[in-house]
T-cell receptor, first 113, second 114 residues
């Protein structure tokens, strides 16, 4: 049972344009969400997070939007750069005292120069 | 420099042998985690530890064992009982409970069982 889903395995975008990566979740108890970026043969690095009390969080070129009613979040990268080419994972956790993060399967972003 | 180290980066073992993957952190984090990544799949939780001398099974704990004798160390043993051990293994840590806290990841160890 995949509680966090990233339905697009891959995405290609032209340099300078907007990249939109999507993530859906099924567990209504999730109230904290994170995005990670991962290069091949390396560990993921944290990008940005959002709490369910917000619907938007921005950090430089990266913005995460949360739609709680649709159980959907998205990561926008503007403008996209070739160095953004990587696999992006979304993750979710619940505030019910758990230490667990649930990860999606990832979306491979390719930014074309 | 604070961070998480995993060693070795590449590891080869013969089928039927146990192997231990190292994970050390100097971030003073209470919680530590082991994940496995396979092609086309997300990160699957093997074991996690909230505090020293305590650990819990994750979603795919069968064939693995861990220990948490020191705050900074969380080694993972891949036993011969693990049916498909070849994978990329990632160790992570966080300051505390998942909610509101990000996880920091190590560089990973790629284990290949021949």
């Amino acid at each position: 049972d995949q509680q966090v889903k990233q339905n697009s395995p891959s995405l290609s975008v032209q340099e300078g344009r907007i990249s939109i990566l999507n993530c859906d979740y099924t567990n209504s108890m999730f109230d904290y969400f994170l995005w990670y970026k991962k290069y091949p043969a390396e560990g993921p690095t944290f990008l940005i997070s959002i709490s369910s009390i917000k619907d938007k969080n921005e950090d430089g070129r990266f913005t995460v939007f949360l739609n709680k009613s649709a159980k959907h979040l998205s990561l926008h990268i503007v403008p996209s750069q070739p160095g953004d080419s990587a696999v992006y994972f979304c993750a979710a956790s619940a505030s019910s005292g758990t230490y667990k993060y649930i990860f999606g399967t990832g979306t491979r972003l390719k930014v074309l120069a | 420099d604070g961070g998480i180290t995993q060693s070795p980066k590449y590891l080869f073992r013969k089928e039927g042998q146990n192997v231990t993957l190292s994970c050390e952190q100097n971030l003073n984090h209470d919680a530590m985690y082991w994940y496995r990544q396979d092609p086309g799949q997300g990160l699957r939780l093997i074991y996690y530890s909230q505090i020293v001398n305590d650990f819990q099974k994750g979603d795919i704990a069968e064939g693995y064992s861990v220990s948490r004798e020191k705050k900074e160390s969380f080694p993972l043993t891949v036993t011969s009982a693990q049916k498909n051990p070849t994978a990329f293994y990632l160790c992570a840590s966080s300051i505390g409970r998942a909610n509101g806290n990000e996880q920091f990841f190590g560089p990973g160890t790629r284990l290949t069982v021949l």
